[in-house]
Each structure stands twice: as structure tokens, then as C-alpha cells.
Nanobody
């Protein structure tokens, strides 16, 4: 499975962007996570969606109320809608995938937002720059 991110760019503080993560094959049975790495900082989980189960979406406190994740399995795409962007949101945004079945075998009921090592497939990232 190959993942391609798109939709990044330069935006002013308070603006919006919608990132897309498109798979080369169906992502229907995969958990999809969005992560970001800001200059000089560690990689941070932003949001993830589980392939199965209730309450499937997890979102980081730092973006709660501003970012929203959705998936369109028919298009093999997961979207990250980012509103009210702040300069601290600047970074390279990556999407990643792991089989939902693999997650269930590991005993986890929901997608992993804190542990990026859980994910097997990664995109190359898209740059988001928010100017003040």
C-alpha cells in the first residue's frame, strides 16, 4: 500500500487547509493516522481513524475543535480538515496506515494516536506553513 498526501501549502494564521491521504489500493480495512513534525520538535500524532468499531476517530488535544478527520473509502482517501490554523501548526504532515486486523490482534480497540511505530505504511508528507 502506498500513500500520497496532498493539500499542504502556505496559509495565514486563522486560515484553513484540507489535506488528503490517498491510497494506491483500498484503505477500507486500515487504520489511518495523521502525524506531523514541526522543526526542532518530535513527531506528534494529530488524528487517526480506526477501520472498525464505534467511536472510531481520535484527535489530539492540541487540535481539538479545529481539525476534523473523515474518510471516503470509495475514493481510498482520508481527509484532514484544518481550520483556524496557528503558526504552531506549521510542519510536515504525514499520513500512515496499518491493518485494522493487525491492530485488533495486538489487543487495541482503537487506532493508535500516540504510538506512530504502530503504523506500517507511510506517505512522504506534505508541508504546511502557517504565517502569523
Amino acid at each position: 500500500l502506498q500513500l500520497v498526501e496532498s493539500g499542504g501549502g502556505l496559509v495565514q494564521s486563522g486560515g484553513s487547509l484540507r489535506l488528503s491521504c490517498t491510497g494506491s489500493a483500498s484503505v477500507e480495512f486500515h487504520d489511518i493516522g495523521w502525524f506531523r513534525r514541526a522543526p526542532g520538535k518530535e513527531r506528534e500524532g494529530v488524528s487517526c481513524v480506526s477501520s472498525t468499531g464505534e467511536d472510531r476517530i481520535s484527535i489530539a488535544d492540541s487540535v481539538l475543535g479545529r481539525f476534523a478527520l473523515s474518510r471516503n473509502d470509495a475514493e481510498n482517501t482520508v481527509y484532514l480538515q484544518m481550520n483556524n490554523l496557528k503558526p504552531d501548526d506549521t510542519g510536515v504532515y504525514y499520513c500512515a496506515a496499518v491493518s485494522g486486523r493487525a491492530r485488533l490482534r495486538s489487543g487495541k480497540s482503537r487506532c493508535a494516536l500516540a504510538n506512530a511505530d504502530t503504523y506500517v505504511f507511510w506517505g512522504h508528507g506534505t508541508q504546511v506553513t502557517v504565517s502569523s
